[in-house]
């Protein structure tokens, strides 16, 4: 069964030293995800913890939205704007679209703190769309980018990258003791 799995490990080896800027998005991915469990469980325990949610609200906001995304949208889309056929630029505005609807969504999820009955539905549906959403990248846009960029490519992506980076391990610390809360 193990050996069912080394074409995984062959995969994020190749990543990790082929395409380290999309390393980093897909390491990300693993800490909104980690987040993403908490709001589950959350409403799932039906925890009526107004300070929780907008301690998740915010960790969604500034991680997924200004860091996340902010790399996704000022420096990835950007170069596969100049340099990848229409399909990968398709693929790239469907992501934006559930950038948008994210947003709106976490909004929902702030201005809903207090309410429980309110914010659930908000809650499971940023979290369904947004599970959704990595999946499209990690396996669909990701794969599909690497043949219209070069490594070099990729290291000054990663070092665009450390503009935004600023708040990241403040957030990631977040998300440890939100774990820690539910």
């Known amino acids: 069964m193990e050996e069912d799995l080394d074409w995984i490990e062959e995969i994020e080896e190749k990543v990790e030293e082929e395409y380290p800027a999309t390393k980093v998005m897909m390491d990300e991915h693993r800490v909104i995800e980690r987040a993403l469990s908490v709001l589950k469980k959350a409403i799932e325990k039906k925890i009526e913890d107004e300070e929780l949610y907008l301690s998740l ?9 200004e860091i996340h995304h902010g790399k996704e949208e000022e420096i990835v889309f950007k170069v596969l704007r100049e340099k990848a056929p ?9 992501l934006e679209n559930d950038h ?4 709106e969504l976490v909004e929902k999820i702030k201005e809903n703190a207090s309410n429980f009955e309110k914010l659930k539905d908000f809650a ?7 599970r959704d959403h990595i999946v499209k990248e990690d396996q669909g846009l990701f ?3 690497h043949p219209y960029l070069s490594v070099e490519e990729e290291k000054k992506l990663l070092k ?3 503009r935004i980076d600023k708040e990241k391990e403040k957030y990631e ?8 809360k539910v």
């Open 57 to 65: 609200a915010e960790f969604f906001s500034k991680y997924t939205g």
């Open 86 to 94: 229409k399909h990968i630029i398709d693929m790239v505005e469907a």
């Open 100 to 103: 948008r609807v994210g947003a």
């Open 124 to 130: 499971l549906a940023y979290h369904s769309m947004l």
């Open 143 to 145: 794969p599909a980018m």
């Open 160 to 162: 665009d990258f450390e």
């Open 173 to 180: 610390r977040l998300v440890a003791e939100l774990e820690e």
